[in-house]
C-alpha cells in the first residue's frame, strides 16, 4: 500500500527539481549567446550560480527520496 505522505513529498521533490530546471532555462540564451571574447555580466554569474545550486539541492533531494523508498521496499 502507497504511503500518501510519501507520494506527497515524492511529488514537491519532483516538481521543485522541475521549477529548478526551468529556471535555468530561462538563463540559456544568455549563456549560449554569450561571444567568447565577451566575459559574462557579474549578476547573471551570480543569478546562474543561486540556480544550479537550488538545482543541485532540489535534485539531490528528489535522488534521496527515491532511494529511501526503494530502501524501504527492500529494492536493491
Do not use: C
Request: proline share 0%; charged share 25%; net charge negative.
Amino acid at each position: 500500500m502507497a504511503d500518501a505522505n510519501e507520494i506527497r513529498a515524492l511529488k514537491a521533490s519532483l516538481l521543485g527539481a522541475l521549477e529548478s530546471a526551468r529556471a535555468l532555462e530561462a538563463m540559456q540564451s544568455t549563456i549560449i549567446g554569450l561571444d567568447a571574447e565577451t566575459d559574462i555580466a557579474a549578476g547573471d554569474l551570480e543569478q546562474l550560480g543561486r540556480l544550479t545550486l537550488a538545482h543541485a539541492i532540489a535534485s539531490q533531494a528528489l535522488r534521496g527520496l527515491v532511494e529511501a523508498i526503494r530502501e524501504r521496499r527492500g529494492v536493491g
